[in-house]
Structure formats: C-alpha cells, structure tokens
T-cell receptor
Framework: DAKTTQPPSMDCAEGRAANLPCNHS???????VYWYRQIHSQGPQYIIH???NNETNEMASLIITEDRKSSTLILPHATLRDTAVYYC??????????FGKGTKLTVNP | DTAVSQTPKYLVTQMGNDKSIKCEQN?????MYWYKQDSKKFLKIMFS???????INETVPNRFSPKSPDKAHLNLHINSLELGDSAVYFC?????????????FGPGTRLLVL
C-alpha cells in the first residue's frame, strides 16, 4: 500500500504555478520523498526527490515541511504539457517504488 | 538516444500463446525492473534484478519469467497468455547511491490478449 495521500485531481491555469500537496505522516527518518509523473500513454518520469531539505531542479521545486509529514511539489509556470498524473512516493534505500493513485493535474489554457 | 527502450511497443496475441518483451538500458545502471499497469491505471512492480540477480519477485504467476542476459537487458517472457495479462508493461532501471535512487522508465509495451 502507498504511504502517501494525494488529492485525486487538481486544475491549474497555464502559466500559473501548480502546487501539488502530499501527506506522508508515517514517513521514517531514512525515507525519501519522490515525485514522478505519467503523461498520458507514456512511461513514468522522475521529477525530483528530497530527504528533508527543500530541493529545486529544472523541472520543479519540492518543499518538505520541517516535521517531514507533508510536502508540496511546485511547477512554477505550468504549461499544457504538464498535464499528467503526479505521484508522490515515500521510499527508503532498497525498498521498491509503490505507486498510489496520484493526482491528476489538468493545466487549462 | 533512448535511455530505456522496450520492444515491441504493441503486442496483440491470442490466449494461450507465449510471448516475450525485451528491455534494454544504456545508462550503465545495475538494477532493472518490470512493472505492470492494468486497465485501472494502477502501476505495480513485478520483478527487480540487480546485476543479473533477482532481488524482488512480487506475487506474479510463474507463467511470467524474467531473464537478464546481462545487466543492460531484462526480458520478460510470458507463457500461456491469459485475458487478464492484457496491460501496459513498463521496464525501468536505476542506480543506487547516496542521496536516493532514481528510476528511469521505458515507453511501455501495450499487450492485448484476445
């Protein structure tokens, strides 16, 4: 079973920031928070991951709360191509990736 | 250059047949995986190989047999195909290290059993 809770769907206007929340209240100290997305009919794509510090890369920013029980993925300027299902996954070192239902993000023109 | 490639992209076959799906990664990763995504879009891991050795084997029917000839390839052979095997199968690879582990997925093989 997935260790995370995400809203089933969200909408965002093109050009605006998309903020996708994730709850992981049972996260352990050695577990990372990973975000993947799956654009329709494609394989899942890695976005970003973090342990306790906020992280940023060319795709997104990851904000993790101080208690690590929740996080937010931020797409700073969403485009139509960002429409996808976004998965928040908590995973320790050698554990398998367990995909939940994710959040279906729709970016509207 | 495709990092993780799968062949074929589409596979339509009759019940009872035996088929194989091939996967190759050119990332130099040590670990490869097979995932199954069913019609309800749930994505679940089936197998994981590290340096050609099986390390994860979920409760998958033994009609499914992964084979890793070398660490860049992980093929999936399916015997006696059933209707319920219809799904999209994704291959992935990763390299463990400090700071977490990122998996890279292939484009998927869409299997339809008639």
């Amino acid at each position: 079973d997935a260790k995370t809770t995400q809203p089933p769907s969200m909408d965002c206007a093109e050009g605006r920031a998309a903020n996708l929340p994730c709850n992981h209240s049972t996260i352990s100290g050695n577990e990372y928070v990973y975000w993947y997305r799956q654009i329709h009919s494609q394989g899942p794509q890695y976005i970003i991951h973090g342990l306790k510090n906020n992280e940023t890369n060319e795709m997104a920013s990851l904000i993790i709360t101080e208690d690590r029980k929740s996080s937010t993925l931020i797409l700073p300027h969403a485009t139509l191509r960002d429409t996808a299902v976004y998965y928040c996954i908590v995973k320790g070192g050698s554990e398998k990736l367990v995909f939940g239902k994710g959040t279906k993000l729709t970016v509207n023109p | 250059d495709t990092a993780v490639s799968q062949t074929p992209k589409y596979l339509v076959t009759q019940m009872g047949n035996d088929k194989s799906i091939k996967c190759e990664q050119n990332l130099g990763h040590d670990t490869m995986y097979w995932y199954k995504q069913d019609s309800k879009k749930f994505l679940k891991i089936m197998f994981s190989y590290n340096n050609k050795e099986l390390i994860i084997n979920e409760t998958v029917p033994n009609r499914f047999s992964p084979k890793s000839p070398d660490k860049a390839h992980l093929n999936l052979h399916i015997n006696s195909l059933e209707l319920g095997d219809s799904a999209v199968y994704f291959c992935a690879s990763s390299q463990a290290g400090t700071g977490g582990e990122t998996q890279y997925f292939g484009p998927g093989t869409r299997l339809l059993v008639l």
